[in-house]
T-cell receptor, first 113, second 112 residues
């Protein structure tokens, strides 16, 4: 079946530093990848839609200069949280779309001290 | 904005009983719905989906019902097992772009 991986699975960083999270589709090519954020005991909220070779489309209220998304190939999208602050601590989950189906990664737990 | 929501935030059932998780949606134009299971610290896992041209779809131990008249869908789990304990989300696919709007989630706890 289609597998999506994320790296790292968890990261702890100091306030003000930048963190990069990778999302890979391991056995299929994904023209579209999505980034979601999930705070404790809450639902998944879409942050942005990432299409290979083009700029990401951000949801209202999501700062594009803070959450940099790069989708350089059909199997890799990266999310960089720049100048992270404690309020950015969350569970970041990506998904990849192919042939009408969407597959989710295992998530990355970010903790900003 | 339009959104997808859930009636019950928590549900506790005994092992072997049937579980019913409900979800209400507000976008009458939505035509594709999905139920996901999320275990603690993991990503969502696909359970079952349904398109708006259907009112019922069955899988292994799970059934999804869609009532377009009242914009409501439900997930039924037969003979609930301890491994079914998780948070369940309904999601609707946006009419454009294929992104998903998730409901608030229901925590299902299966007791022995």
């Amino acid at each position: 079946g289609a597998v999506v991986s994320q790296h790292p699975s968890w990261v702890i960083c100091k306030s003000g530093t930048s963190v990069k999270i990778e999302c890979r589709s391991l056995d299929f090519q994904a023209t579209t990848m999505f980034w979601y954020r999930q705070f404790p005991k809450q639902s998944l909220m879409l942050m942005a839609t990432s299409n290979e070779g083009s700029k990401a489309t951000y949801e209202q209220g999501v700062e594009k200069d803070k959450f940099l998304i790069n989708h350089a190939s059909l199997t890799l999208s990266t999310l960089t949280v720049t100048s992270a602050h404690p309020e950015d601590s969350s569970f970041y989950i990506c998904s990849a779309r192919t042939s009408g189906s969407q597959f989710f990664g295992p998530g990355t737990r970010l903790t900003v001290l | 904005g339009e959104s997808v929501g859930l009636h019950l935030p928590t549900l506790s059932v005994q092992e072997g009983d049937n579980s019913i998780i409900n979800c209400a949606y507000s976008n009458s134009a939505s035509d594709y719905f999905i139920w996901y299971k999320q275990e603690s610290g993991k990503g969502p896992q696909f359970i079952i989906d349904i398109r708006s041209n259907m009112d019922k779809r069955q899988g292994q131990r799970v059934t999804v019902l869609l009532n377009k008249t009242v914009k409501h869908l439900s997930l039924q789990i037969a003979a609930t097992q301890p491994g079914d304990s998780a948070v369940y989300f309904c999601a609707e696919m946006r009419n454009s772009g294929y992104a998903l709007n998730f409901g608030k989630g229901t925590s299902l706890l299966v007791t022995p």
